[in-house]
């Protein structure tokens, strides 16, 4: 439980790493397990992306004799499996998200339950704890949640966009973005080498201008995210 504890494979930028929180008791609930290793990775990114309920977690016990056996096991091979069988049930759900692990990857952070309602990157709890609810039912619903996404294309002479219509009364808007990335060259000082930036802006005459009021542009991460409080 120390900073930059994470190894591989969750260091790959393209993977969604997951970190393990607590959920077997009403003190434990949410909270980063110690077991659970910590972001940043040794080139800055942020890691883990999102976590997941996996201390002491009943589930099915491989055993030569029996098929009808259970266990309790903690760790992150628990809260791995949690988040692999919500994206698959995501991908069943919307057939958007198939074939695009970046949307997928996107989705869940944003969709994602802010540790302390302190919404922020972070390298013990990423952007948060995955949210079956709020990931399945993005519609607009009588709880109030709405989810919009997008995917596209860019080059160094363009940029691709979407527009969110924002209801009164919003709490809060949350936007991540993430791409996938060809692996990098051997012996390169950094995984990221792209560089896109994330960009929000009310629709007040500047855009596409680079004047928008919300921005994030990290230059060594494929994880751009803003959070705007009442927006």
């Known amino acids: ?15 969604l790493t997951v970190g393990n929180v607590g959920d077997n008791s009403y003190q434990l609930v949410g909270q980063i397990v110690n077991g ?9 990114r942020m890691k883990p992306n999102v976590v997941a309920p996996g201390f002491k977690v009943m ?13 309790e096991d903690y760790g992150t091979s628990m809260s791995a499996p949690h988040v692999t ?9 919307y057939p958007a998200f198939q074939f695009k692990p970046a949307l997928v990857r996107a989705h869940l952070m944003s969709t994602a339950i802010a540790h302390g ?3 922020d990157k972070s390298d013990a709890y990423g952007t948060g704890r995955v949210s079956g609810y709020v990931a399945h039912w993005d519609h607009p619903n009588s709880v109030g949640w709405q989810t919009y996404r997008y995917w596209g ?3 160094g002479n363009g940029f691709a966009y979407g527009d969110i219509t924002v209801p009164a009364g919003t709490k809060r808007l949350v936007v991540a973005m993430t791409w996938d990335e060809l692996p990098a060259s051997a012996g390169a000082s950094r995984a990221v080498m792209w560089n896109l930036d994330l960009w929000a802006d009310q629709l007040d005459g500047c855009a596409p201008n680079p004047c928008a009021q919300y921005r994030s542009v990290s230059t060594i991460d494929n994880v751009e995210y803003i959070v705007v409080n009442n927006p």
């Open 59 to 71: 589930s099915a016990k491989a055993d030569v004799d029996s098929t009808s056996k259970y266990t």
């Open 85 to 93: 069988g919500l994206a698959a049930t995501l991908m069943e759900h």
């Open 153 to 155: 294309t860019v080059s």
């Open 36 to 44: 659970s290793s910590r972001g940043p990775t040794g080139d800055g």
């Open 1 to 15: 439980p120390w900073d930059s504890s994470i190894g591989t494979p969750a260091v790959a930028k393209n993977a």
């Open 117 to 119: 309602d302190m919404p």
